[in-house]
């Protein structure tokens, strides 16, 4: 596997599974607000629908409304925030989540191979690990330029997969200084290096700042599934990285509790300066 964003086909996930949760996604947001807010975001919480990052009343917000729902471990579940509205929303959600973690785990595996570790290596760092569904809706703008859907960033988490629940293209990625559009494919999955594993794999594979922009005719809907490791994990080079050719290799990123982590990467706002969070990360040689 290539160490930059890839889109992913023949992925074994069933298009039948695919499908039903983007038609049940396209209900959920096609409903009126009152309905919406049965599971609104409570106090202090990015779960549920809202927005996330919103710090004040002042700050200029991002031109789409989302549903974040923690769909792995079951035990972190919180099925009272779970749409009632369509009424398969819950068990589509179910059976998307486990399908899209195995395809996780398989990536994993394959990524480890890539970086010359053991096939296990980077998977077991994920098991009982965080699994969280980001469901996207942008509403056109008739002065789309004036507006960002998502505003650019990297992810703080460490993988995510991607789908497009209609063919509007907005996912821009930012290469060589420019914004790039990624079009979307049928069926296939957008696949995210996120900042924690740009850490693990000490820079060998980087993680991707992107930005979703606005249509002025068509709304944009997309579904992002991250994945992180377990929460008992240090955040940090994998011991195995750091060996090559029996040499120890410097370390370029710190290495915190997980805990941490999320309390520092909380801390820091979406403002597309060097990738966020993960400047914070790098060690500064001279």
Same mark, same amino acid.
């Given at each position: 596997?290539?160490?930059?964003?890839?889109?992913?086909?023949?992925?074994?996930?069933?298009?039948?599974?695919?499908?039903?949760?983007?038609?049940?996604?396209?209900?959920?947001?096609?409903?009126?607000?009152?309905?919406?807010?049965?599971?609104?975001?409570?106090?202090?919480?990015?779960?549920?629908?809202?927005?996330?990052?919103?710090?004040?009343?002042?700050?200029?917000?991002?031109?789409?409304?989302?549903?974040?729902?923690?769909? $792995?471990?079951?035990?972190? &579940?919180?099925? =009272?925030? /779970?749409?009632? #509205?369509?009424?398969?929303?819950? !068990?589509?959600?179910?059976?998307?989540?486990?399908?899209?973690?195995?395809?996780?785990?398989?990536?994993?595996?394959?990524?480890?191979?890539?970086?010359?570790?053991?096939?296990?290596?980077?998977?077991?760092?994920?098991?009982?690990?965080?699994?969280?569904?980001?469901?996207?809706?942008?509403?056109?703008?008739?002065?789309?330029?004036?507006?960002?859907?998502?505003?650019?960033?990297?992810?703080?988490?460490?993988?995510?997969?991607?789908?497009?629940?209609?063919?509007? $293209?907005?996912?821009?990625? &930012?290469?060589? =200084?420019? /914004?790039?559009? #990624?079009?979307?494919?049928?069926? !296939?999955?957008?696949?995210?290096?996120?900042?924690?594993?740009?850490?693990?794999?000490?820079?060998?594979?980087?993680?991707?700042?992107?930005?979703?922009?606005?249509?002025?005719?068509?709304?944009?809907?997309?579904?992002?599934?991250?994945?992180?490791?377990?929460?008992?994990?240090?955040?940090?080079?994998?011991?195995?990285?750091?060996?090559?050719?029996?040499?120890?290799?410097?370390?370029?990123?710190?290495?915190?509790?997980?805990?941490?982590?999320?309390?520092?990467?909380?801390?820091?706002?979406?403002?597309?300066?060097?990738?966020?969070?993960?400047?914070?990360?790098?060690?500064?040689?001279?």
């Amino acid at each position: 596997m290539s160490k930059k964003k890839k889109k992913v086909i023949n992925h074994g996930v069933g298009e039948g599974v695919i499908l039903k949760m983007k038609a049940d996604i396209q209900e959920f947001f096609s409903q009126p607000i009152q309905v919406k807010m049965d599971s609104a975001q409570l106090p202090d919480s990015i779960e549920g629908y809202g927005q996330a990052f919103v710090v004040s009343e002042e700050q200029k917000l991002d031109w789409g409304d989302m549903l974040f729902i923690i769909t $792995q471990p079951i035990n972190r &579940r919180n099925v =009272g925030l /779970w749409p009632k #509205i369509p009424s398969s929303f819950r !068990a589509t959600l179910e059976q998307y989540s486990t399908e899209l973690e195995k395809l996780a785990r398989c990536l994993l595996t394959s990524m480890a191979r890539n970086l010359g570790l053991e096939s296990e290596k980077l998977l077991t760092t994920f098991n009982e690990g965080l699994q969280g569904m980001r469901m996207n809706y942008y509403p056109p703008c008739e002065q789309a330029n004036k507006v960002i859907g998502l505003a650019p960033h990297s992810d703080g988490s460490g993988l995510t997969l991607l789908t497009q629940v209609n063919e509007v $293209q907005g996912l821009q990625i &930012r290469k060589d =200084g420019k /914004w790039v559009p #990624i079009h979307p494919i049928q069926g !296939a999955f957008i696949v995210n290096i996120g900042d924690m594993i740009e850490i693990m794999s000490n820079g060998e594979y980087k993680s991707i700042e992107h930005r979703a922009i606005v249509n002025h005719k068509k709304e944009r809907l997309s579904i992002a599934a991250f994945h992180n490791p377990n929460a008992n994990v240090m955040i940090g080079p994998l011991p195995d990285i750091l060996i090559k050719d029996q040499k120890q290799q410097a370390a370029k990123y710190k290495s915190i509790s997980h805990q941490d982590y999320m309390k520092l990467a909380g801390k820091i706002k979406l403002d597309g300066k060097d990738k966020g969070f993960i400047h914070h990360m790098k060690i500064q040689t001279e």
